[in-house]
């Protein structure tokens, strides 16, 4: 199994970027998918979920901003982040939900 993260960088606040993770391996649509983040200092924490069936889920800080989906057909998943702090500075890892399958992690950085 392997989980290939891309995007990230850097972005001014308010700003926007896009990650995305594409699995190959496993038979990506009956698995949920899931963004953790860890900041310098801090335990990793899960930000985003999202069912084989669609549903999601976010942590309280980034509702209404970030939003995950999942394209099957692709088996990519994708976290839009929008209206971006400096306290959203991490390094972004995906995960294949209940495993211990993750991505190689990708920085994103908020800061003027």
């Known amino acids: 199994v392997q989980l290939q993260a891309s995007g990230g960088g850097l972005a001014q606040p308010g700003g926007s970027l896009g990650l995305s993770c594409a699995a190959s391996?496993?038979?990506?649509?009956?698995?949920?998918m899931a963004w953790y983040r860890q900041a310098p200092g801090k335990q990793r924490e899960l930000v985003a979920g999202?069912?084989?069936?669609?549903?999601?889920n976010y942590v309280d800080s980034v509702k209404g901003r970030f939003t995950i989906s999942r394209d099957n057909a692709r088996n990519t998943v994708y976290l839009q982040m929008n209206n971006l702090k400096p306290e959203d500075t991490a390094v972004y890892y995906c995960?294949?939900?209940?495993?211990?399958?993750w991505g190689q992690g990708t920085q994103v950085t908020v800061s003027s």
């Open positions: 999202i069912t084989s069936a669609g549903s999601t």
């Open positions: 995960r294949v939900t209940n495993t211990r399958y």
């Open positions: 391996g496993i038979n990506f649509r009956i698995y949920g």
